[in-house]
């Protein structure tokens, strides 16, 4: 009973800490919609996560169970993504934040990110992962490349000129052969990434089996 408090608990602020960091860089400037926010997979992911805890710490409230608990794992990764993709990738380029964009900054790319795995780490249940999952969980990273490419076509270019969030997927500089190969490198490491998730989570459950 105590542990399930605490897990609750700490879904509650990890969500509270989320959504003020999501809602903020929706509204950057004198709350006016910044519309372009929502096109990064670092919001969309984010969003994912708050979206999910939100419906998990219902779903454990009223049926004492995770939700969708295999689900966990797409969630789990993708923002493991963004983490690391902005920490190796974008970080060394990004604009240097002061302030309120500063703190913004360091919860979606690091504190929730980190506050994800760690939940998983402590709360779920281990060896519910099939070894299917994460080719399923890639479905994500299509889905949102596909959504790109139709929002470059239709929508108005981001405030530095490109039609793209980001620029190993801007066709219009590199062209679709470059962007092609950039795409496949990252879903390759998507899938690599959930295998390590997979094979974690059979080690896990193996020592928790042993105890």
């Known amino acids: 009973m105590i542990k399930k408090?605490?897990?609750i608990l700490y879904k509650i602020i990890l969500s509270v800490i989320g959504s003020f960091a999501v809602i903020s860089g929706f509204f950057p400037n004198n709350f006016k919609f910044d519309i372009e926010a929502v096109y990064y997979f670092t919001y969309?992911?984010?969003?994912l996560v708050i979206v999910y805890f939100i419906l998990d710490i219902i779903n454990i409230?009223?049926?004492?169970?995770s939700l969708y608990p295999r689900f966990k794992g797409a969630v789990t990764m993708s923002i493991t993504v963004t983490f690391l993709v902005y920490h190796f990738l974008l970080s060394?380029?990004?604009?240097?934040?002061?302030?309120?964009?500063?703190i913004?900054?360091?919860?979606?790319?690091?504190i929730l990110p980190i506050m994800t795995i760690l939940d998983y780490i402590i709360f779920d249940i281990?060896?519910?992962y099939k070894i299917i999952d994460p080719l399923l969980w890639l479905l994500i990273p299509i889905i949102y490349f596909i959504f790109i490419l139709i929002r470059a076509r239709l929508g108005e270019p981001?405030?530095?000129?490109?039609?793209y969030p980001y620029f190993f997927t801007d066709i219009d500089k590199y062209g679709l052969k470059?962007?092609?190969?950039?795409?496949?490198?990252?879903?390759?490491?998507?899938a690599f990434l959930g295998y390590i998730e997979y094979f974690t989570d059979r080690f896990l459950n193996i020592l928790q089996n042993k105890k």
């Open 5 to 7: 408090k605490i897990n």
């Open 44 to 47: 969309q992911s984010n969003m």
């Open 61 to 65: 409230i009223k049926k004492d169970k």
């Open 92 to 102: 060394p380029t990004a604009e240097k934040y002061e302030g309120l964009p500063y």
């Open 104 to 110: 913004r900054n360091i919860i979606l790319h690091y």
């Open 126 to 128: 281990k060896g519910i």
């Open 158 to 163: 981001f405030s530095n000129g490109s039609y």
């Open 178 to 190: 470059i962007v092609l190969r950039n795409v496949l490198f990252i879903t390759l490491f998507f």
